[in-house]
Nanobody
């Protein structure tokens, strides 16, 4: 079973930047599409970004498009989320997740669905002050 560990969260002022990392255990990291989600207090967990097995496809929520960039380094079993121009409404716990559904086939918009992801990290807190 794959274990995911996120890091890189913290407190930042509005307009600032953070880079989140998620390291996966195991030797099959390149078999998985990867996603980032976030959960704000009192709200449901929502999709942020996803990336295909070798990085050729990416997908973003409209709320972060143009500000966040997802990338991965399969040699290091790591997926990243570069966040710029942060806003107070970006405040949330950020989770990474892996998806081996349909043998890692890129499913387009379905990668936004929580249910296609099989495992989740413990989350990292991002707080953006105004």
């Amino acid at each position: 079973q794959v274990q995911l560990v996120e890091s890189g969260g913290g407190l930042v002022q509005a307009g600032g930047s953070l880079r989140l990392s998620c390291v996966a255990s195991g030797r099959t990291f390149s078999s998985y599409n990867m996603g980032w989600f976030r959960e704000a207090p009192g709200k449901e967990r929502e999709f942020v970004a996803a990336i295909s097995r070798f990085g050729g496809n990416t997908l973003y929520a409209d709320s972060v498009k143009g500000r966040f960039t997802i990338s991965r380094d399969n040699a290091k079993n790591t997926v990243f989320l570069q966040m710029t121009s942060l806003k107070p409404e970006d405040t949330a716990v950020y989770y990474c997740a892996y998806c081996a559904f349909r043998s890692g086939f890129w499913m387009g918009d379905r990668q936004k669905e929580k249910t296609v992801y099989e495992g989740w990290g413990q989350g990292t807190q991002v707080t953006v002050s105004s």
